[in-house]
């Protein structure tokens, strides 16, 4: 069964960094995008980054400059370095794939997500 785990959520205090990890562990063919969305109390789940597997970034505008994606297409897992936090980043962060099984199409996968909480 494949999942994906992710990893590196806690407390800071604004303006700190932490960086979070996911990887996707199971049989599969390949990766195609991988990302990061988070979900606020209250509030709808909203994309923060994503990347495809060629390398090619995109990013919400209230992280640009702040937060960077990567990713290891050999471990099959991506990163969020997340730096200058601010209360408003308070979020569950939860990590995205598009898995390829070899059948032609993509199959969405989610992370159990990860709480950041930022402290003012």
């Known amino acids: 069964q494949v999942q994906l785990v992710e990893s590196g959520g806690g407390l800071v205090q604004a303006g700190g960094s932490l960086t979070l990890s996911c990887a996707v562990s199971?049989?599969?063919?390949?990766?195609?995008?991988m990302g990061w969305y988070r979900q606020a109390p209250g509030k709808l789940r909203e994309l923060v980054a994503t990347?495809?597997?060629?390398?090619?970034?995109n990013y919400a505008d209230s992280v640009k400059g702040r937060f960077t994606v990567s990713r290891d297409n050999a471990k099959n897992t991506v990163y969020l370095q997340m730096n200058s936090l601010k209360p408003e980043d308070t979020a569950v962060y939860f990590c995205?794939?598009?898995?390829?099984?070899?059948?032609?199409?993509?199959?969405?996968?989610w992370g159990q997500g990860t709480l950041v909480t930022v402290s003012s």
């Open positions: 990347i495809t597997s060629g390398g090619t970034t």
């Open positions: 199971g049989s599969i063919f390949s990766v195609n995008d």
């Open positions: 995205y794939a598009d898995l390829d099984y070899g059948l032609g199409y993509g199959v969405d996968a």
